[in-house]
């Protein structure tokens, strides 16, 4: 940390003083782009501020806190004649030697009690409103209320530390309020006056507001005048805005309205048609998630509910493909690729993208779907596997002379999606199967396990159970045969044991260390089954031999169940 000296902090005081309120004056909201705003005199006012006190402490009570207390300074508001911020020599509150939670409160409203003359200010009409800490710090606040109305810009700040001594305040505090005594408009007439200007369409536009009333202080030419007011907030869907609008209760003139929309908040919901389960069904839109959106300087990325929400304060372009952080679908036969989505987003609102046969494919809807699903799945069960945390590429090649698909140590190829007899690419299953021998690998390996999982029985059997777990049925594949809906490639619930129903190839064999698994299933839940076996492969159970890796299989899933070091 570093300290300043007393005269380095006046020094840095008095510099950042001049360069903040002298030499870059403010002069309200210099632009303004809705123009459906009212705004405040004072904010188009040029209100230049300085460290210059003369004026204000030639006033009595300041002289008297002065000399009480020590040299303050800070900076002046001219309308109230009150410090807006200052510091000085910390003053003790009496009978408060440390500050907590639980007297914090009491201490500040004894500082403002015992104060309350010198700062000019009349402690019966202010109203705590919060207290906070912050690294031994207080910071306490209160508005000030007038005939039990709250003053609206009105504020009394205390900056406390935790041996109870006051270092800085601030105040905008109205000593001399007047209000006309005339009688009040209705909160329904209220209501019209409030959207006067605007567009309003009641049928997507709406109000918000109650019949409390507060005083607005509107400050110009040196002086102050005093309204009461109705709050009205106006939630208009066109521009979007939302108008915070102070109507005066008298005689319905606005005040005050402006858009508390600074960046309008963009939403955007992606969808897509998908067949979520198998090839048999019908397609359905679901929401897309963990897609990039580019646009002009950001790549964003929609969240589980296909949404996308940031700020956007001016239309832009954005590019759209079927792709994301966990997935990229490539089709590898020129002239194929459909998945681009083109246009130019507005400011608010909300902006609906959907991912059809106009747009894309219907394997690459599917497949990236499936992909980022099971990613997001086995992130669920083992947060720190990181193996398969980067853009798997799914490949579509049409051409070809059997249709097939593989997992390569890096990404998923289907070939020959033009023969029409399969449908490996228009469901999960193939695509869950293929994964599952990422994450074979890729586990092992971050294990340690430099080849992965080398036993290819237990490579096809676990990747088989992979997608089994996932949509929750035995049957591997069912509906992928165009012209026998009701046929799979394999199931895992099967009778097939070791060593008698060995056949020496990889995927008929495989069904044996699945088929225990899917036992287990069923003996307990989908839940235990599915961590169990996730959780077996941090032994890294493997051999070339069948019947070996099979029995560390299942040694490991005992010491991966085994709760108390004991497996007697």
Known sequence: MIKLSCLKQTVLFLFLLCNLFVWGSISGIAENSFNNEILLPIQSEKYVLSGNNNDLLHKRE??????????????????????????????????????????????????????????????????????????????????????????????????????????????????????????????????????KGLKFNPDYDFIQTSEKKYILPVKSNNKINYHIVYSIQIHQSDEPARYQTFVDAHNGDILWRYNTILNAQTEINVKGKVKKHSPLEEFTVDNFEDLYLINNKDTLKTDKNGNIKFELNQATDVNITLEGPWCKVIINDQGMTKNKYQGTLTPGGKHQIEWDDNNSHKFERILFYHTNKIHNWIKAIDPNFIGMDYQVKVNLRFQGSSANAFWDGEAITFIALSNNQFKMAEGPAVVYHEYGHGINQKLYQQLGAPYGMMNAACNEGMADLNACFLLDEAEMGLGIFASEPNRYIRTLDNKIIYPDSIRGESHYDGQILGGAFWDLRKMTSLEYAKRISHFTKYGLPDDPNTGLAFSEWFFETLIADDDDGNLT
């Open 62 to 195: 300041w002289d008297l806190f002065n000399e009480k207390y020590g040299k303050w300074t800070g900076i002046i508001n001219k309308y109230t004649g009150s410090m807006q911020r200052a510091f000085g020599n910390p003053v003790k509150i009496e009978g408060y030697d440390y500050i907590d939670k639980s007297n914090i409160a009491y201490a500040a409203n004894r500082f403002i009690r015992d104060n309350a003359d010198l700062l000019g200010i009349n402690h019966q009409n202010l109203e705590l409103i919060r207290t906070s800490n912050v690294d031994n710090k207080w910071y306490v606040s209160y508005i000030q209320t007038f005939n039990d109305i709250d003053v609206l810009l009105s504020e009394v700040e205390l900056r406390i530390s935790d041996r109870g001594y006051v270092f800085g305040f601030g105040m905008v505090y109205y000593s001399d309020i007047k209000l006309e005594d005339k009688p009040f408009i209705s909160i329904s007439d209220a209501f019209q006056y409030a959207t």
